[in-house]
C-alpha cells in the first residue's frame, strides 16, 4: 500500500485548508482511515477517523466543529477540510491506514493503523 498526503502549507490563523490523502494498493472502500498529526517536540496524536463505511467519525475535542474528515471512494481518497485554523494546529500531518484484517477498536487508537503515508507540513501563523 502506499499513502500521498497534500494540501498542507503556511496559512495564517482562522484562514482554512483541506488535507488529501491518495491511497492506492488496497481496495479503499474496506479500509477505515485517520489523520494524526505530531507538532514540534511532540508526540504523534489523533485528529480525525472515519470508517469504511461512514457509519463512524471520530475528533479529538479539540478539532471538533472546525475540522470534516471524509473520504472518497471512487478516487481512492480521504480529507481533512480544516476551518478557523490556530497556531495550536501547526504540525506535519499523518494519514494511516488500517490493513485487512481491519483491527477491532477505537478508532483515534493508533495502535490501530498500520500503514502511514509520508505527511504534510501544516503551519498556522497568529
Known amino acids: 500500500v502506499q499513502l500521498q498526503a497534500s494540501g498542507g502549507g503556511l496559512v495564517q490563523a482562522g484562514a482554512s485548508l483541506t488535507l488529501s490523502c491518495v491511497v492506492s494498493g488496497r481496495t479503499f472502500g474496506t479500509l477505515d482511515l485517520a489523520w494524526f498529526r505530531q507538532a514540534p517536540g511532540k508526540e504523534r496524536e489523533f485528529v480525525a477517523a472515519i470508517n469504511w463505511s461512514r457509519s463512524r467519525r471520530d475528533y479529538v475535542d479539540s478539532v471538533k466543529d472546525r475540522f470534516t474528515i471524509s473520504r472518497d471512494n471512487a478516487k481512492n481518497t480521504v480529507y481533512l477540510q480544516m476551518n478557523s485554523l490556530k497556531p495550536e494546529d501547526t504540525g506535519v500531518y499523518y494519514c494511516?491506514?488500517?490493513?485487512?484484517?481491519?483491527?477491532?477498536?477505537?478508532?483515534?487508537?493508533?495502535?490501530?493503523?498500520?500503514?502511514w503515508g509520508p505527511g504534510t507540513l501544516v503551519t498556522v501563523s497568529s
Open positions: 494511516g491506514v488500517d490493513l485487512p484484517p481491519r483491527r477491532v477498536g477505537a478508532l483515534s487508537s493508533e495502535e490501530k493503523y498500520d500503514a
